[in-house]
Protein backbone atom coordinates (compact mmCIF):
# COMPACT_ATOMS: atom_id res chain seq x y z
CA UNK A 1 0.00 0.00 0.00
CA UNK A 2 1.41 3.06 -0.86
CA UNK A 3 -0.99 5.24 1.11
CA UNK A 4 -3.26 6.89 -1.46
CA UNK A 5 -6.02 3.89 -0.94
CA UNK A 6 -9.23 5.13 -0.41
CA UNK A 7 -12.68 2.97 0.45
CA UNK A 8 -15.91 3.99 -2.13
CA UNK A 9 -17.70 5.53 1.40
CA UNK A 10 -14.47 7.60 2.12
CA UNK A 11 -14.27 9.20 -1.15
CA UNK A 12 -18.22 9.86 -1.14
CA UNK A 13 -18.20 11.51 2.45
CA UNK A 14 -15.43 13.74 0.76
CA UNK A 15 -17.40 14.15 -2.10
CA UNK A 16 -20.28 15.74 -0.32
CA UNK A 17 -17.74 17.82 1.82
CA UNK A 18 -16.81 19.45 -1.18
CA UNK A 19 -20.10 19.65 -2.53
CA UNK A 20 -21.25 22.10 0.92
CA UNK A 21 -17.96 23.75 0.42
CA UNK A 22 -19.14 24.34 -3.11
CA UNK A 23 -22.70 25.33 -1.81
CA UNK A 24 -21.66 27.71 0.47
CA UNK A 25 -19.45 29.51 -1.77
CA UNK A 26 -22.13 30.00 -4.62
CA UNK A 27 -24.37 31.22 -2.34
CA UNK A 28 -22.25 33.67 -1.00
CA UNK A 29 -21.69 34.77 -4.38
CA UNK A 30 -25.45 35.30 -5.07
CA UNK A 31 -25.61 37.35 -2.06
CA UNK A 32 -23.13 39.42 -3.48
CA UNK A 33 -24.31 39.98 -6.55
CA UNK A 34 -27.86 41.39 -5.31
CA UNK A 35 -29.83 43.24 -6.91
CA UNK A 36 -29.05 40.67 -9.96
CA UNK A 37 -31.10 37.82 -10.40
CA UNK A 38 -29.22 34.20 -9.86
CA UNK A 39 -30.11 31.35 -12.30
CA UNK A 40 -33.45 30.03 -11.18
CA UNK A 41 -32.01 26.47 -10.31
CA UNK A 42 -29.17 27.92 -8.65
CA UNK A 43 -31.27 30.66 -6.50
CA UNK A 44 -33.51 27.77 -5.40
CA UNK A 45 -30.76 25.91 -4.45
CA UNK A 46 -30.06 28.87 -2.70
CA UNK A 47 -32.67 29.95 -1.41
CA UNK A 48 -33.18 25.76 0.08
CA UNK A 49 -29.94 26.02 1.84
CA UNK A 50 -30.58 29.01 3.74
CA UNK A 51 -33.79 27.51 5.58
CA UNK A 52 -30.82 25.64 7.44
CA UNK A 53 -27.32 27.10 6.52
CA UNK A 54 -27.27 30.67 7.84
CA UNK A 55 -25.48 33.51 5.53
CA UNK A 56 -22.40 35.59 6.53
CA UNK A 57 -22.39 38.16 6.65
CA UNK A 58 -18.96 39.10 8.42
CA UNK A 59 -16.08 37.64 8.85
CA UNK A 60 -16.54 34.60 11.20
CA UNK A 61 -15.66 31.03 12.23
CA UNK A 62 -17.18 28.82 9.35
CA UNK A 63 -17.09 25.49 10.99
CA UNK A 64 -20.36 25.64 12.07
CA UNK A 65 -21.89 26.83 8.97
CA UNK A 66 -19.89 24.45 7.03
CA UNK A 67 -21.12 21.30 8.76
CA UNK A 68 -24.95 22.27 8.52
CA UNK A 69 -24.22 22.80 4.64
CA UNK A 70 -22.50 19.21 4.84
CA UNK A 71 -26.01 18.06 6.65
CA UNK A 72 -28.16 20.19 4.04
CA UNK A 73 -25.95 17.81 1.25
CA UNK A 74 -26.34 14.74 2.57
CA UNK A 75 -29.60 14.70 3.15
CA UNK A 76 -29.85 15.22 -0.59
CA UNK A 77 -31.60 18.40 -0.46
CA UNK A 78 -29.16 20.37 -2.74
CA UNK A 79 -30.49 17.78 -5.27
CA UNK A 80 -34.14 18.24 -4.90
Known amino acids: MNGLE???PTLFVGA???GAIELLTV???FDL???LKSPKAAGAVRDRSRKTVAGT???C???PK???AVQFVQRGN???
Open 57 to 59: ETD
Open 6 to 8: CSA
Open 27 to 29: ART
Open 61 to 63: FLS
Open 66 to 68: LEA
Open 33 to 35: RVP
Open 16 to 18: QRV
Open 78 to 80: AID
